[in-house]
């Protein structure tokens, strides 16, 4: 009878180990998506919304292409065009955006560990944190 619970007792104990070695281990890098850009509709966008953000259709197209050639993703702010980049730590935990390439971002203001952001420059509102303290920024 001893015996079996010894037995009984070392099986839990493997299963703790188990568990706390697993919970260890590195969590798999998070798998981004591959955006498709489509330089043609991307330039005619850009010059609809924001008619001088290049000479011409061709001047914009060459930029754009260029961009994406460099894995770059054509984007726009408030009254301007920029190539922006994927990151190399995105979704990795952190409380300051000083840990990042880009931005350290939260949930919500009640955030208490934000994840680094996807791309080098965020547009729009979002909250990131700033030591520790997750806070509402826009950036336009």
């Not at 043609?40 to 914009?60: A, I, V």
């Not at 961009?67 to 408030?78: D, E, Q, T, Y």
């Amino acid at each position: 009878m001893e015996k079996s619970k010894i037995l009984v007792m070392g099986l839990g104990s493997i299963l703790l180990l188990i568990l706390i070695i697993v919970t260890l281990l590195p969590k798999p890098t998070q798998q981004i998506e591959e955006i498709k850009v489509n330089c043609t509709e991307t330039t005619q966008y850009f010059l609809s919304e924001l008619p001088n953000s290049f000479k011409s259709f061709g001047e914009g197209l060459k930029w754009c292409n260029e961009c994406v050639n460099k894995s770059g993703i054509p984007s726009r702010g408030l009254d301007t065009v920029f190539c922006n980049y994927r990151t190399k730590d995105s979704g990795k935990p952190c409380t300051d955006s000083t840990q990042c390439e880009g931005k350290c971002r939260g949930e919500d203001e009640n955030s208490k560990i934000g994840q680094c952001s996807s791309k080098l420059i965020d547009i729009g509102c979002n909250y990131e944190f700033f030591n520790g303290e997750s806070l509402n920024v826009c950036y336009d």
